[in-house]
């Protein structure tokens, strides 16, 4: 958590340093708002559907972190997002709901990845990319983690 939390801290810092007329940085981070978006409706979902209050306790932390870095992203969004204007699907079916984030991370960390490699090294747009792309890898790890458990009994 502590590694996530450092991430955060580094996106805030990023975002702060760079001018808000930036249009590629502005561009690019419209994308990653987007991303984080979808992300984060599928986490909700998840949560919802989760069977445990392990589940949900650790889905709760990884959407508040997605909010923060949504919040971290601030005015350079078209449009702001947030825990409550993100819709969570109806979904009974923990099992579902949870290879639904899954994918849904997967794609959106091959999205991210597309983006990091062709921004210049050193970047702040590359750095901010990837940050974001690490702190989901996180994510879907985390996600991975609660599917090997309830396998496992």
Not at 96 to 123: C, M, N, P, R
Request: a negative charge; charged letters at 25%; aromatic letters at 4%.
């Amino acid at each position: 958590m502590e590694a996530r939390n450092d991430a955060l801290g580094r996106i805030r810092v990023i975002v702060e340093r760079v001018e808000s007329t930036d249009a590629r940085f502005i561009s690019v981070v419209t994308v990653v708002g987007s991303v984080l978006h979808r992300v984060l409706s599928a986490e909700k979902t998840a949560h919802g559907a989760a069977i445990s209050l392990a589940q949900q306790t650790q889905l709760e932390q990884m959407r508040s972190e997605l909010s923060m870095l949504i919040e971290a992203l601030g005015t350079l969004l078209p449009r702001q997002v947030s825990l409550e204007k993100v819709a969570a699907k109806q979904e009974s079916s923990w099992w579902f709901a949870l290879s639904e984030a899954t994918h849904i991370l997967e794609e959106s960390i091959d999205q991210l990845s597309v983006l990091v490699k062709q921004q210049q090294k050193g970047s702040a747009i590359r750095d901010l990319t990837a940050l974001t792309q690490r702190l989901l890898r996180e994510h879907y790890n985390v996600l991975l983690e609660q599917a090997r458990s309830y396998l496992d009994g």
